[in-house]
């Protein structure tokens, strides 16, 4: 089973390096030549049947992951569960949806258009959390989308593959709080997310978490191609409960701000 865990997060990896080039150099930085260990990978999805989470869920459970927690995001219209492994050296997985129902006509449509196009079989498909996008969308359908949810526009526009993968601070060999890391990645050029505070979270709540701002990639539209932000990298401490183990959840509050690391600067 972890093989096949392993495999799967093998192709979600591949496929987010096709439009997160600036991963590798992250690895570079921190890995100082050894594996980075992935603290979680993350999702975006819709709350239509077709695609809720429960669907994507369904590929994670079908290789002993289980549900852990669920979380509100009122001011972003989103709610997200995550999951994890009884192998805890695998990685976590956070999927979040948009409560379509909550937007205006104009963007229901244009997001149900979008469902309504991809293949049932593809979504049964292993092959579906890395697959991107399963429709075609206007330029000016992405606008429309973004003058509502940033989240939704990212969708419109690269579909199903992770969102952002997350360096475990915990794990890394040469650094071993925050505030180091934040300061290699600035060194090195990387531009973070400042929203709330480049740190979010604290040791009260048992997690800090902090990020880049995503990489620009072209989109190819129906209409014409445009250079819009893509994925980014995540970078999570942890901290241990009173019974020694390390906090396995996520801090919702902290989790809003990450959303904004896709925002365009």
């Known amino acids: 089973m972890t093989t096949q865990v392993k495999a799967l997060f093998d192709n979600i990896w591949d496929n987010y ?22 603290d979680h990978v993350a999702y975006r999805t819709f ?20 549900e852990k927690g669920e979380y509100h995001f009122e001011a972003k219209k989103l709610y997200a569960k995550h999951f994890e492994h009884a192998d805890n050296t695998l990685p976590k ?22 469902v309504d196009q991809i293949d ?37 526009a690269w579909g199903y593959r992770a969102n952002h993968f997350t360096v475990s601070i915990n794990h890394l060999q040469n650094y071993n709080d925050i505030e180091t890391v934040n300061q290699a990645l600035k060194d090195a050029g990387f531009v973070l997310n400042a929203s709330g505070g480049e740190i979010k979270g604290d040791p009260q709540v048992k997690l800090e978490q902090s990020s880049t701002m995503a990489d620009q990639a072209v989109v190819e539209f129906s209409d014409k191609a445009m250079e819009i932000p893509s994925c980014f990298y995540e970078f999570a401490k942890r901290y241990p409960l009173e019974d020694g183990t390390l906090y396995s959840g996520f801090v919702a509050a902290s989790a809003d701000k990450i959303f904004e690391s896709t925002n365009a600067a």
């Open 17 to 38: 390096l096709e439009v997160t080039p600036s991963a590798k150099n992250v690895h570079q930085l921190l890995g100082s030549g050894n594996d980075l260990i992935n």
């Open 47 to 66: 709350n239509i049947d077709k695609v809720s989470i429960d669907k994507l869920s369904a590929h994670l459970e079908a290789l002993g992951y289980v």
């Open 93 to 114: 997985v956070f999927i979040s949806q948009l409560l379509v129902e909550e937007f205006s006509d104009e963007a229901q449509t244009i997001i149900r258009k979008m």
């Open 120 to 156: 049932e079989k593809a979504i049964a498909d292993e092959s579906f959390l890395y697959s991107g996008t399963h429709w075609q969308v206007s330029s000016e359908d992405y606008k429309t989308l973004l003058a509502e949810s940033e989240y939704a526009a990212w969708m419109a």
